[in-house]
C-alpha cells in the first residue's frame, strides 16, 4: 500500500468513533434515503390508477439530468477535486442542483469522498468493499453491502476540520449544509410545481413521485454503485493502487463518474476519458464550460503532477503520459 497510509490511531486521521456523532449521521442519512424510498415504494399503487404521461417521464429525465450534474461537477469534480472554478452563480447552481440529490449536506458528502480517496480499498476508507475495521468483510456480497449502503449506518464518522477545512472557512458553502432540509424540500417541490403548471393537480403528483421520489433513489443506487460495483466489477486500466473500476454501465449512469479507475488514478483531472470510447459526458462540459468562460483554471492531466496531495494522489510519469494522450 505504498500510496497510502497505515492507520493505528483512526482519531489521528480525524475518523471519529464517538456515538452521539454516529447516531447524528445514521438519522440523517435514514431521513435521505427513507423519504424517497417511500415515495418509490407508493409508486406502483400510484400509476395503477394514473397512467404515465410524457410530462411524469420527462420530469424523471430533468430532474435526473440535474441532480446527476449537480453530483457529478458540483459536488465532486469541483468542490471535492478543485479540479476547475466556476464563476459564483455556477457555483451556486452546481451546488444546489447536488444538495438535492438527497446525498447528505454539501460539506459532509466532500469530507467523507476525500477519507475515500485517502484511504481507497485500506483500512478506514469511508466504504470500501474489501475493507471494514469494525465487522470484518467475510465475503463478497458483504463487502458488496457494506460500500453500497453499510457505510451510511456504520460507528465511524468524519471530521470536516481534517478533511474540509477549505469548505468551513467558505461561507457559501457553510450556507448550504446549513440549508440541506430546504435543498430537500424544493427538490421534491420543484417536480410537482412542474407537472401542476404543465398538466394540473393529477400530473403534479405523478411528477412528485417520478420526477422527485424515483428519480431519487435511482440516483442513490447509481452513485452508491460506484463505491460498490465500481470497485468491484469492470477494467483496471489507468491503475492498480486500488481496486477502483472503469465500468461502461455506471458510467453511462453517472454522466462519466464511473470510469473510476481513471478518476483514482488522477483524482483532480477534470476530465476521465482516457481512452476514445470512453464517453465522458460531466468531462465534455466542463471543456464547453471552460471555451464559455463560465469556468476557469480546469485541471487537466497535463498539469495535475505537483499540486498538493490534499485532494489529488499523485501520478507516477506512465500514467501520465496514458493520461496526456487521452484528454480532451
Ligand atoms: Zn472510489
Ligand atoms: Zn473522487
Not at 44 to 60: T, V
Not at 250 to 271: D, I, S, V
Not at 275 to 295: A, E, F, P, T
Amino acid at each position: 500500500m505504498s500510496n497510502h497510509e497505515q492507520v493505528t490511531d483512526p482519531l489521528q486521521c480525524g475518523i471519529s468513533l464517538e456515538r452521539d456523532a454516529a447516531n447524528s449521521k445514521r438519522i440523517a442519512n435514514l431521513i435521505s434515503i427513507g423519504i424517497p424510498l417511500v415515495g418509490t415504494a407508493y409508486a406502483p399503487l400510484h400509476f395503477r390508477h394514473y397512467s404515465i404521461g410524457w410530462i411524469a417521464l420527462s420530469s424523471f429525465v430533468l430532474f435526473y439530468i440535474a441532480i446527476g450534474i449537480g453530483i457529478g461537477l458540483g459536488f465532486h469534480r469541483y468542490l471535492t477535486h478543485k479540479s476547475f472554478l466556476p464563476v459564483r452563480w455556477l457555483k451556486w447552481t452546481l451546488l444546489v442542483l447536488g444538495s438535492f440529490a438527497f446525498q447528505g449536506p454539501v460539506i459532509r458528502w466532500i469530507a467523507d469522498h476525500r477519507r475515500h480517496h485517502r484511504f481507497s480499498d485500506h483500512p478506514w476508507d469511508t466504504h470500501s468493499p474489501l475493507f471494514n475495521e469494525l465487522h470484518p468483510i467475510h465475503s463478497k456480497f458483504r463487502g458488496l453491502w457494506h460500500a453500497h449502503v453499510g457505510w451510511m449506518f456504520d460507528r465511524t464518522t468524519t471530521d470536516y476540520r481534517v478533511y474540509a477545512p477549505d469548505l468551513l472557512r467558505d461561507r457559501d458553502c457553510v450556507l448550504l449544509e446549513h440549508l440541506y432540509p430546504l435543498w430537500m424540500f424544493l427538490s421534491l417541490a420543484l417536480p410537482w410545481l412542474y407537472g401542476f403548471l404543465l398538466g394540473g393537480a393529477d400530473v403534479a403528483w405523478s411528477c412528485l413521485i417520478l420526477g422527485g421520489c424515483v428519480r431519487t433513489t435511482v440516483f442513490h443506487n447509481v452513485v452508491w454503485g460506484v463505491n460498490s460495483i465500481g470497485h468491484i466489477f469492470g477494467s483496471r486500466d489507468a491503475t492498480k493502487r486500488d481496486s477502483s473500476r472503469n465500468n461502461l454501465l455506471l458510467a453511462l449512469a453517472t454522466f462519466g463518474e464511473g470510469w473510476h479507475n481513471n478518476h483514482h488514478a488522477a483524482p483532480r483531472c477534470a476530465y476521465n476519458r482516457w481512452k476514445w470510447y470512453q464517453i465522458d459526458l460531466n468531462g465534455i462540459l466542463i471543456w464547453c464550460l471552460g471555451k464559455s468562460g463560465l469556468v476557469k483554471d480546469i485541471v487537466s492531466t497535463h498539469n495535475v503532477v505537483g499540486l498538493p496531495s490534499d485532494t489529488c494522489a499523485p501520478l507516477d510519469a506512465a500514467e501520465v503520459t496514458t493520461a496526456n494522450d487521452a484528454v480532451l
